[in-house]
């Protein structure tokens, strides 16, 4: 738990300001769901916001980030705008992919940020390659790959590791680990000790911290991402937290307990910060608000913008040989 006696109370502060815009974002676009305005799934981060914000707050922007189903926190924390996060949700122009990603493949290389998606542990050896890219080409930057517990029940788990350990690669992996994987608790199909043993006995040196803690998050993503920096090689962050909504918005999660569910809301990332500098708490109050105004105006934006044209759907789309032909 962090001590309240060596904080940097600015940088709670700033903390809480990004942990509100994320959390504003997040219930827009479920509103956007109810309305119907998203055609797809939504798949909240509410709960999680400070592994999305002390991880990214010590990133840079050309260091990359890779991201899960559940990724607009990462997302909007890596630096994204978020108008073009709700256009891209609610399929329209202007969108971070031009409104034909959608929720779970939101990426913005403007920022460093390579993409959600929607494949579970799939992005783990995307970042794995990411990785040997940069350590190929000699740049100072270093990839995260942030993925949920059950994650590291897939194979590309074990591949990705094996390999960034092989070639010392500048990867932080980060397993954002809330308890499910979907709709079932990941305790219950995972063998062993968990996430961290498993990065140890490939020898990956790893932390496992309280996820629901914005600064100890901040904390253990500044030493591990330094190490990484100074040529450490890859690092493992096992963070617990708890997704304090369904697996989607249209999920009611009925297979917990509503008297867990009310028991972990007390343990809200957010106010748990806001009690660290109970001082500063007009500017937390103001910082809450000016994220619902922006995001309340970035979905009426969003809303009223056009979709793109119909002969959009042709670009962007492989068009080297002709399969009719050889296919035979």
Known sequence: MTDRRNIDADRVVGHCRMMWRIRAFEENALRGLDEKIVLGAIHPTIGQEAIATGICANLRRD??????????????????DPEAMMRELFGR??????????????????????????????????AT???????????DKIVC????????????FLEGLNWAVVFRL??????????????????TM????????????FGVPSLEIDGNDVMAVDAAARQLIGEIRAGGGPRFLHAHTYRL??????????????EEVEERWKDDPIARAAGLVEGRRDEIDAAKAAAYEEMGRVFEIAKAASFPPAEFAFTDVQDAGDPRREAF
């Open 145 to 156: 790959c942030i993925f949920g517990d059950g994650a590291i029940n897939r194979g590309p």
């Open 129 to 139: 390659g990411a990785g040997h890219a940069v350590k190929l080409r000699g740049e």
């Open 170 to 187: 500048p990867v932080l992996f980060v397993c954002e680990d809330n308890g499910f994987a979907a709709t079932t608790r990941t305790r």
């Open 63 to 80: 260091d990359v980030l890779l991201s899960t189903h559940r990724g607009h926190g990462h997302t909007l924390a890596k630096g994204a």
């Open 93 to 126: 122009e202007g969108g971070n992919c031009g409104g034909k990603g959608g929720s779970m493949h939101i990426a913005d290389f403007g920022v460093g940020m390579l993409g959600a998606n929607g494949v579970v542990s799939a992005n783990i050896v995307i």
């Open 245 to 258: 909504t369904g697996h989607t918005g249209a999920d009611p999660a009925t297979y917990r307990p509503k």
């Open 190 to 201: 995972t063998g062993g000790e968990g996430p961290s043993a498993r990065a140890r006995a």
